[in-house]
C-alpha cells in the first residue's frame, strides 16, 4: 500500500484566482493520477502524471487550466487556473502501486 | 465511456446478503472496486484482471465475466461497516490502470 498526504486539506477562493494542490507518496511510484468529486458524485479522471514526461490529460481537460507537475517519483502538484464557482468540487490524487490504486485524502475546494 | 452500476442504492439489514454489478460497453482489461465513506477518501477493496477471476477478501468477494464485460461484487453477511458507497473503476489503457468509474452504489446496512 501508499500513504499519500495532500495539501491543502480545504481552501476557500475567489473566481479568477489560481489554487495548487500538493500531493505527496510515502514510496517511490511511477504513476500518479489526479481525479475530480463533485459531492454525491462519482471520480472523474482530469490526468495521468509520470515522472519526467508531460501529463496527459482526459476529455475536456486542458494543461492551461490545469497544470501539473511531477518533479520526482514522490511528489506531484495540479494547479486550478482562473477559477470559477464550477470549479468547487474535491480534487484527489491517487498512485498507482502493483496494479493497487491508492487515493490521497483529497482537496475540498469552494470558489466564490 | 462510464461503467453501468446497478442498483443505484440498496438497502439491507445487518447479515444480509447483496450483489453489484459494473457493466461495460467496450472490452475492459480489469475492474478495480472501492468503498468510500462519507467524507472520506475511496478506499481499495481489489481489482480482477483476467475474465473468469474471482477474488475474496474477508466476507466481500468479486467476479470477472471477460465476455460480458462485467463485475459483480458479492456481500456477504453484511455487517455496519460495510455501510458507504461502492464504486468500480474499469480500466480499458490495456494496463496503465487510468481507471474510468461508475455512478456508484449507495449501501446502507442496519441493525
Known amino acids: 500500500s501508499a500513504v499519500i498526504s495532500q495539501k491543502p486539506s480545504r481552501d476557500i477562493c475567489q473566481r479568477g484566482t489560481s489554487l495548487t494542490i500538493q500531493c505527496q507518496v510515502d514510496s517511490q511510484v511511477t504513476m500518479m493520477f489526479w481525479y475530480r468529486q463533485q459531492p454525491g458524485q462519482s471520480l472523474t479522471l482530469i490526468a495521468t502524471?509520470?515522472?519526467?514526461?508531460?501529463?496527459?490529460?482526459e476529455s475536456g481537460f486542458v494543461i492551461d487550466k490545469f497544470p501539473i507537475s511531477r518533479p520526482n517519483l514522490t511528489f506531484s502538484t495540479l494547479t486550478v487556473s482562473n477559477m470559477s464557482p464550477e470549479d468547487s468540487s474535491i480534487y484527489l490524487c491517487?498512485?498507482?502501486?502493483?496494479?493497487?490504486?491508492?487515493f490521497g485524502p483529497g482537496t475540498r475546494l469552494t470558489v466564490t | 465511456q462510464q461503467p453501468v452500476q446497478s442498483p443505484q442504492a440498496v438497502i439491507l439489514r445487518e447479515g444480509e446478503d447483496a450483489v453489484i454489478n459494473c457493466s461495460s460497453s467496450?472490452?475492459?482489461?480489469?475492474v478495480h472496486w472501492y468503498r468510500q465513506k462519507h467524507g472520506e477518501a475511496p478506499v481499495f477493496l481489489m481489482i480482477l484482471l483476467k475474465g473468469g477471476e474471482q477474488k475474496g477478501h474477508e466476507k466481500i468477494s468479486a467476479s470477472f465475466n471477460e465476455k460480458k464485460q462485467q463485475s459483480s461484487l458479492y456481500l456477504t453477511a453484511s455487517q455496519l461497516s460495510y455501510s458507504g458507497t461502492y464504486f468500480c473503476g474499469t480500466d480499458f489503457s490495456g494496463g496503465y490502470n487510468k481507471l474510468i468509474f461508475g455512478a456508484g452504489t449507495r449501501l446502507a446496512v442496519h441493525p
Open positions: 467496450k472490452a475492459l482489461y480489469s
Open positions: 491517487s498512485v498507482d502501486s502493483h496494479d493497487e490504486q491508492y
Open positions: 502524471a509520470n515522472q519526467g514526461s508531460e501529463a496527459t490529460y
